[in-house]
């Protein structure tokens, strides 16, 4: 069981960075559309389907799946799963606030520029490279 669990994790957490890279970038377009426009009511959708039908489904899924993983295979005093913990905290943090973002610009409201969530496009990366580098090389 515990190697059908490990590769569902993978998949949810595939699933869940696609998201977690094209929201953002979503949102680079959707400020620039003129509120109330056909173009910014299908971002709308877009936004909505990406984030309640795939990225926070596949985030619980992943968290669920990997502490099975982490008490499975006793993983819980390791230097590598405390670092990786933090870093996957500091990506369901930023989870939360794209989720914040979508109800202002679901309301019409633009308070921040494109360059704001072009730049926040790229955190989500960085911190999956720190995350594999931790599973993968375990340096901790």
Known sequence: MYEWIKA?????????MAGML????????????????DRSETFKVMERRLLRGI?????????????????????????????????????????????????????????RSARFYRILNEIPALLMVGIVILVIVKPL
């Open 22 to 37: 094209y929201l953002p970038r979503l949102y680079v377009y959707h400020v620039d559309a003129l509120a109330g426009s």
């Open 55 to 111: 990225m926070t489904p596949a985030m619980i899924l992943t968290w669920l799946s990997g502490l099975y993983i982490a008490y499975s295979g006793g993983w819980f005093t390791s230097g590598w799963l405390h670092g990786k913990l933090a870093l996957v905290v500091i990506m369901s943090g930023i989870h939360g606030f794209l989720a914040g973002e979508w109800r202002k610009l679901s309301a019409d409201k633009r308070p």
């Open 8 to 16: 569902f994790h993978v998949i949810f957490v595939i699933s869940w």
